[in-house]
C-alpha cells in the first residue's frame, strides 16, 4: 500500500509518473489532499533544497525534481478548499530589464512554489515599470529581482526607486540574487535580502512572511 513516504521519495528522484500515481492511491486510501500536499510533496521539495545547498544533488537534478512535484500539485489543486489552497505568501519574480537569462529564476520559482507560495513570474528583461505594476496587481508580499550580467545589476537599483516612487515600497520585501551580485551590493541599493542560491532566498522569503 502506498505511504507518503514514498511520494516524498519519488518527489527527491523525480519520479513524475511515480508522484501521479502514488496520489492518486492515496486519495483513494482516505488521505487528505492538505495532508499529501504537505508532508509528501512540499517536504519532499524542501529535503531537495536542503540537498542542493549541501550540493548533493544539482540544479538539473533539482529542476527534474521541481518539475516532477508540480505535476503532483496540479492532481490536488481540485481536492483542496480555498482555505486549503491559500498560499503562503505573493512573490513577484523576475530578471530585470536587459538580462535574458531565466535559469536561476526558474529554479527559484519552482522552489518557492513547492514551498507553497504563489509566484508570479514576469519572465526576463523586465522593465522597471512592469515590477510596479504587478505589485500593485497581485498585492505582493516580496519581490525577486535576477541579473547574470554585471551591465544589467544597475536595473535592479533603478527598480527599486520606481518602487519607493510609486509609494509601494513598504508593502513588500525586496530580494535580489544572481551571479555578480553580492550581500555588498543588495544592501548598497536598499534591497532587504540577498539570495546567493535559491535555497537562501527560499529561507528569507519564508522568514519574511512568517513575521
Not at 20 to 43: S, V
Not at 64 to 79: H, N, T, Y
Not at 106 to 134: C, Q, R, W, Y
Amino acid at each position: 500500500m502506498a505511504n507518503i513516504q514514498d511520494l516524498t521519495e519519488a518527489v527527491i528522484k523525480g519520479d513524475e509518473d511515480q508522484i501521479k500515481l502514488l496520489i492518486f492511491e492515496l486519495l483513494h486510501a482516505g488521505i487528505a489532499a492538505k495532508q499529501i500536499m504537505d508532508a509528501g510533496l512540499i517536504r519532499g521539495m524542501k529535503i531537495v533544497g536542503e540537498k542542493m545547498e549541501t550540493e548533493e544533488m544539482f540544479i538539473p537534478e533539482v529542476l527534474m525534481s521541481a518539475k516532477a512535484m508540480s505535476s503532483g500539485v496540479e492532481i490536488l489543486k481540485p481536492q483542496l478548499t480555498d482555505e486549503e489552497n491559500a498560499a503562503s505568501g505573493i512573490m513577484i519574480l523576475g530578471t530585470v530589464q536587459g538580462d535574458l537569462h531565466d535559469i536561476g529564476k526558474n529554479l527559484v520559482k519552482m522552489l518557492m512554489e513547492g514551498a507553497g507560495f504563489s509566484v508570479i513570474d514576469l519572465g526576463t528583461d523586465v522593465a522597471p515599470a512592469t515590477f510596479v505594476d504587478a505589485i500593485k496587481e497581485h498585492n505582493a508580499d516580496i519581490v525577486g529581482m535576477s541579473a547574470l550580467l554585471t551591465t544589467t545589476m544597475p536595473k535592479m537599483k533603478e527598480t527599486l526607486e520606481a518602487i519607493e516612487k510609486a509609494g509601494i515600497r513598504d508593502q513588500e520585501k525586496v530580494l535580489v540574487g544572481g551571479a555578480p551580485v553580492t550581500e555588498k551590493y543588495a544592501t548598497e541599493i536598499g534591497a532587504d535580502g540577498y539570495g546567493f542560491d535559491a535555497g537562501s532566498a527560499i529561507r528569507m522569503a519564508k522568514a519574511y512572511v512568517t513575521n
